[in-house]
């Protein structure tokens, strides 16, 4: 359980030092701090998860996927870029992408 908590933290701090990116690359260079944070954050806790013992092919995955569905879904909310129905079917094959790698990490 202790792994998975701490690859949540992960993705929202990947999550949020990308999104912080988007503000600091658009003229706010000030966010370039939440940037190097999130990023550190969000690094140390994949660490510290596969510590915990979580394959690297899940923990990366789950990572990266969430990562991307996320920050999609947070830059249409915060920056209203747009989210097509084709970007959707993307996140969604990721997502299935990522069960399955899941899936049979345990057979």
């Given at each position: ?30 966010w ?5 944070a ?52 993307g ?17």
């Amino acid at each position: 359980m202790t792994a998975w908590l701490l690859l949540l933290v992960a993705v929202v701090a990947e999550v949020a030092g990308t999104l912080s990116l988007r503000l600091a690359a658009t003229g706010r260079p000030v966010w370039y701090t939440a940037v190097g944070a999130g990023y550190l954050v969000a690094f140390t806790g994949l660490a510290a998860t596969l510590g915990q013992g979580m394959p690297l092919g899940v923990a990366y995955g789950i990572w990266a996927a969430a990562g991307v569905a996320l920050t999609a879904i947070g830059s249409r909310v915060f920056f209203g870029e747009p989210l097509t129905r084709v970007m959707v079917l993307g996140i969604a094959l990721i997502m299935a992408g990522v069960l399955l790698v899941e899936l049979g990490s345990v057979s």
